[in-house]
């Protein structure tokens, strides 16, 4: 078993974060560690399970930071569609969904297929499933089912 299996909550999926990405989203989580511990917390245990992927050979079909996710919310069987982004980035109204909130969290490098929990913010635990993966190069119709 690798040392990130050894480290992974049972059913959570791996996952992979660009080395681009690794330090600013470590910063943000640590930074939050004030305002919100639990989702910082979170946040910090996803980057230590991950596998560090080098900018140029993390998958397309990976959500990683400015991503468009269509996903699936499982409790509810609704799908969105959504972009992850940094915080000052964040605008619910265009669907950009920081990487610092719970769903941002949850979503953060998982692959196409992958299902993993995310706790809302009334603490509720709900089940997503990422359907399509779309990164800023591409066009992506929206969709909401």
């Given at each position: 078993m690798t040392e990130a299996g050894k480290l992974r909550p049972p059913g959570a999926p791996e996952i992979a974060i660009s080395e681009d990405d690794i330090a600013h989203i470590e910063a943000l989580a640590?930074?939050?560690?004030?305002?919100?511990?639990?989702?910082?917390?979170r946040l910090l245990?996803?980057?230590?399970?991950?596998?560090v992927v080098p900018a140029g050979e993390l998958p397309k079909?990976?959500?990683?930071?400015g991503s468009t996710v269509i996903y699936r919310d499982d409790t509810?069987?609704?799908?969105?569609?959504?972009?992850?982004v940094y915080p000052e980035d964040a605008d619910m109204t265009r669907r950009r969904v920081s990487v610092v909130s719970p769903i941002g969290v949850a979503l953060l490098g998982l692959a196409e297929g992958e299902a993993f929990y995310w706790n809302t913010r009334?603490?509720?635990?709900?089940?997503?499933t990422v359907i399509s993966v779309h990164q800023p190069s591409e066009t992506v119709e929206d969709e909401e089912w």
């Open positions: 640590e930074r939050a560690l004030q305002r919100n511990p639990a989702l910082a917390a245990d996803e980057i230590g399970r991950a596998r079909n990976v959500v990683s930071i509810t069987g609704y799908g969105k569609t959504v972009t992850l009334d603490n509720r635990r709900r089940m997503l």
